[in-house]
């Protein structure tokens, strides 16, 4: 939400990469994604699958009924997403909000081509089509030091034994 009222406008293919590129600042710093999301090798580039769903859900909510969170916070008009209310910024760390401003200042002026060039780094070649990319990968990506790197291999663990 914080990312389509900066914008007040932006397309799918936009948030997806200011959102992937926020992801990766956040967990090569602090060792978490702020979106928790996980993300898919798509040809344009990783895509958060969870928020993407709940876009299409904007669109046609009697298809993706699961994934309704977002009715009435956007609107989406074909590719183009613009805010209805402001966002929650209780949902938020500071060290959130920093990697989001981040990123939109570094990724909203780029075009679709230089985004999906961008993004198709190390992380989204490690994937195969279609498939996750790896928290580790995209961390490493963003030069997560051994520590960082350690860290987000515990927290995976620990998220892996609660499933159980």
């Not at 969170?69 to 074909?78: F, P, Y």
């Not at 760390?93 to 060039?117: K, V, W």
């Not at 190390?122 to 990968?137: H, V």
Request: aromatic share 6%; proline share 5%.
């Amino acid at each position: 939400m914080l990312v389509v009222n900066e914008l007040t406008k932006v397309d799918k293919h936009k948030l997806a990469k200011i959102l992937f590129f926020a992801d990766q600042k956040h967990l090569a710093r602090y060792g978490r994604p702020i979106t928790s999301d996980s993300y898919c090798k798509m040809v344009n580039g990783p895509v958060p699958s969870k928020i993407y769903d709940a876009v299409k859900g904007v669109v046609n909510p009697t298809k993706f009924l699961s994934n309704r969170e977002l009715i009435g916070k956007v609107s989406v008009n074909c590719n183009d997403i613009s805010p209805i209310e402001k966002p929650d910024m209780d949902q938020l760390s500071e060290t959130d909000i920093e990697c989001l401003h981040e990123s939109i200042s570094e990724n909203a002026p780029l075009s679709f081509g230089q985004l999906t060039e961008k993004s198709h780094g190390p992380a989204w070649d490690s994937a195969r089509k279609n498939g996750p990319i790896l928290f580790t990968e995209i961390a490493k990506e963003g030069n997560a030091s051994e520590f960082v790197m350690e860290l987000i291999k515990m927290n995976l663990e620990a998220e892996e034994l609660l499933r159980v």
